[in-house]
C-alpha cells in the first residue's frame, strides 16, 4: 500500500478515540494535552498536517517535529512516550505521532492557566479527569495489598450509591469529606466493586452488580 492510499484510509476513519487530526502545531502545551489524553487512555496517534474536514495540507515546517518532542517531553509530566512517521501524499508530507497508553499514568499537561492536569480522550475530545481517576492511577501505582476492609466509611458510602451518582452527589449524600470520597471511590474502582462513565459532561460513578 503506498502511503497516500494509507492515509486516505486513516483519514476516512475520522477523528476518533485513538486519532486526531493537526493542521499545525505551534502551541506545545496546548499540544501536550492531546498527548496527556492519549498516553492516559487507549493510546492514540495525532495526523500532523491534516485539517480537521479530512483534506491534507502536510506539514508546514520541521519546527513542528520540534514542537511535538517539546508536548511530549518538555511539557508533559512524567514525560509521555511518542514516535514519528513521516508519509507523503502529492507533494506534501504528513507526520503521524504515535503516542502509547503510558505506565506511569497519570500523564499530567499544563491547561490554558498552566496548572498541570491529567487528561483522558473520550471520542474525540480530550477531557479533564475526574479527581477520582487520577487517586486511582496514583493507587494503581502501589502493590496491591490487602483487600478493603469494610469499615463505617466505606458502608456510608456504598449505602449512598443508587444508581449513576456525580462526586459532588456522593460527598453530598455520604456526609463524607471529598477528599476521603475521592480515596475511596479509587479504591473501590481499583478492587471492581465501582465504576465510572462520562455521562452529559460529568464523571458518573455506579455500582458493578
Known amino acids: 500500500m503506498n502511503d497516500k492510499r494509507f492515509l486516505l484510509n486513516l483519514i476516512q476513519e475520522g477523528e476518533h478515540q485513538q486519532q486526531d487530526f493537526k493542521y499545525r ?14 498516553a492516559n487512555t487507549d ?3 495525532l495526523l500532523i498536517g491534516v485539517r480537521d474536514d479530512g483534506r491534507i495540507a502536510g506539514v508546514q515546517s520541521e519546527g513542528e517535529i520540534y514542537v511535538m518532542h517539546q508536548a511530549a517531553y518538555k511539557y508533559c509530566q512524567p514525560e509521555a512516550s511518542i514516535t514519528f512517521d513521516t ?22 499537561a499544563p491547561d490554558e492557566d498552566g496548572q498541570m492536569r491529567a487528561y483522558i480522550r473520550i471520542n474525540d475530545e480530550n477531557i479533564v479527569a475526574s479527581p477520582v481517576l487520577f487517586s486511582f492511577w496514583k493507587e494503581s501505582q502501589k502493590p496491591q495489598g490487602a483487600l478493603i476492609t469494610y469499615d463505617d466509611d466505606i458502608r456510608r458510602l ?12 456522593i460527598v453530598r449524600l455520604s456526609k463524607l469529606p471529598r477528599r476521603k470520597v475521592i480515596t475511596l471511590l479509587a479504591h473501590l474502582i481499583r478492587f471492581g466493586t465501582v465504576k ?6 460529568e464523571f458518573v460513578f455506579f455500582l458493578t452488580n
Open 158 to 169: 456504598l449505602d449512598v450509591m443508587q444508581g449513576q451518582l456525580t462526586l459532588r452527589q
Open 87 to 108: 508519509y507523503h501524499a502529492d507533494g506534501n508530507a504528513v507526520v503521524i505521532a504515535t503516542v502509547p497508553p503510558s505506565s506511569r499514568k497519570p500523564v499530567c
Open 196 to 201: 465510572w462513565e462520562y455521562v452529559g459532561q
Open 25 to 38: 502545531v505551534d502551541d506545545a502545551c496546548k499540544l501536550a494535552r492531546s498527548v496527556s489524553a492519549f
Open 43 to 45: 493510546g492514540g496517534r
